[in-house]
């Protein structure tokens, strides 16, 4: 069976930074290329940030470039997504799956998806 959890969320102030994690059970993430996305209410969900498979090249959409940072860990199963310099526009709920999006292409021959965690920027 497999599923996605993901995990690090909280409240932070403007500024700060939180590191979220990405575990998986049923399957390993070597191989697998993994996005981060998130959901802010009353939004469309939008594709934060890729890793892709194999190489490990990465991908950020413009609105977190130079300030998250996606990296994926094969010994513990996880892929990590470190948020710095957070805005209280980032406020969302944020989770992962074996899906990337890139712009408005929604890319991944497999779809899980894991339940989010929220993470509230407060000005």
């Known amino acids: 069976d497999v599923q996605l959890q993901a995990s690090g969320g909280g409240s932070v102030q403007a500024g700060g930074s939180l590191r979220l994690s990405c575990a998986a059970s049923?399957?390993?993430?070597?191989?697998?290329?993994i996005g981060w996305f998130r959901q802010a209410p009353g939004k469309a969900r939008e594709g934060v940030s890729c890793?892709?498979?194999?190489?490990?090249?990465?991908y950020y959409a413009e609105s977190v470039k130079g300030r998250f940072t996606i990296s994926r860990d094969i010994t513990e199963n996880k892929v990590y997504l470190q948020m710095n310099s957070l805005r209280p526009e980032d406020t969302a709920v944020y989770s992962c799956?074996?899906?990337?999006?890139?712009?408005?292409?929604?890319?991944?021959?497999?779809?899980?998806w894991g339940q989010g965690t929220l993470v509230t920027v407060s000005s």
């Open positions: 890793i892709s498979a194999g190489d490990d090249m990465t």
């Open positions: 799956s074996t899906k990337c999006q890139f712009g408005s292409v929604l890319t991944g021959p497999y779809d899980y």
């Open positions: 049923g399957f390993t993430f070597d191989g697998y290329a």
